[in-house]
């Protein structure tokens, strides 16, 4: 049995459910792919605490539950992270905080201070990645250490994993998705007849939308996420700067349900061909297969020279499938070693 000696680094919704899918699926990854992964670093935003031992992770949701931070936790270090994450013989990081798309934050650090000296890392933060996704696959791959961060894009839907790992010498010729569900949350409304300011106000009020929801209805959410599908697979070596974006702010309720009679329907779309990088609302017919996503709903659609055309959807209304995608990347990364 490999001890995969881990620290957590955030414990917002992502990692409170990585929590339970590691305890419900102990006896499977013993048996299945002989790990065990050991939590003996956790952080949220009052600091870090370590138990090399190992935490109890039921004690430390119930904990989290009833209100508690990691500052009161028996093995509290204080608030220099990283300076603490080095010292400490880790095999792995899960890293969740929250995201700093301009800067990476002190996320990015973290990364690659891990990766220099060989410790693996996994990410549901898109911050690091969006930034410095060369600079920190190099480093792993120079340290031997792992590195995956399917959950940044899409979350429970594998679609790093599907072109990267299955799609051997196959030629993307293009790639379609929709890949934001608080659009899509918001174009039902608009489409039930409410305004567009009441649709995103039901959005916020469920949780589709962050309190500032401009990275959803600007497009800057999907187009984070197309550009790391870009630079991870396509191998566009591009930035930000060389994707189109349009958000969903123009869209109204009588164009949605005009088009609706006429068997139409209007989706928040990332492309990628003949390199070419957009984020735009498009018109489709409801019968397509991206034009079939709706509610909490993403999907995406590749085009590819020798693997044919493929439709991949995922419906995915609670954090689980992201979860359930970051404990993925660390089996792949340490099932083999």
């Not at 990692?15 to 939590?39: M, P, T, W």
């Not at 204080?78 to 792995?92: A, F, K, M, S, V």
């Not at 905080?97 to 990015?108: S, W």
């Not at 039901?202 to 939308?209: H, K, M, R």
């Amino acid at each position: 049995m490999k001890h995969v000696k881990t620290a957590m680094l955030g414990l917002g919704n992502v990692h409170k459910n990585l929590i339970s899918i590691l305890e419900e699926k102990r006896a499977s990854l013993g048996a299945q792919y002989g790990l065990e992964f050991k939590i003996i670093a956790i952080s949220d935003s009052s600091g870090i605490a370590v138990n090399e031992d190992g935490f109890d992770m039921a004690a430390v949701l119930d904990h989290k539950r009833n209100g508690g931070r990691v500052s009161g936790l028996k093995g509290y270090q204080g608030t220099r992270q990283q300076h603490i994450l080095n010292e400490l013989p880790l095999d792995l990081i899960f890293e969740a905080t929250p995201v700093d798309l301009k800067t990476g934050g002190e996320a990015l650090d973290i990364c690659r201070s891990a990766l220099i000296r060989g410790v693996s890392v996994v990410l549901a933060n898109k911050g690091p990645v969006v930034q410095a996704l060369a600079e920190l696959e190099g480093l792993a791959k120079k340290s031997g250490a792992g590195i995956g961060y399917s959950a940044t894009v899409c979350g429970g839907l594998p679609v790093l994993n599907i072109a990267r790992r299955d799609m051997v010498c196959g030629d993307i010729r293009k790639l379609s998705g929709v890949f934001n569900g608080t659009s899509n949350f918001i174009f039902d409304a608009l489409a039930r007849g409410m305004s567009f300011d009441e649709a995103l106000l039901e959005a916020q009020n469920v949780g589709a939308a962050e309190a500032d929801p401009t990275l959803d209805i600007g497009g800057w959410d999907t187009a984070f996420k197309l550009l790391i599908i870009a630079n991870s697979v396509l191998g566009a070596n591009i930035s930000l700067d060389n994707i189109e974006v349009e958000g969903i702010e123009e869209i109204t309720d009588e164009m949605l349900i005009k088009e609706k009679e006429r068997g139409n329907t209007i989706k928040l779309v990332a492309n990628a061909e003949e390199g070419r990088f957009t984020v735009k609302p498009v018109l489709l017919p409801i019968d397509s297969f991206l034009g079939s996503c709706n509610g909490w709903e993403m999907g995406v659609e590749i085009h590819s020279d020798i693997y044919g055309i493929m439709y991949h959807k995922l419906y995915e209304k609670e954090p689980i499938p992201t979860a359930a995608s970051m404990m993925r990347d660390a089996v792949n990364i340490f099932r083999n070693r």
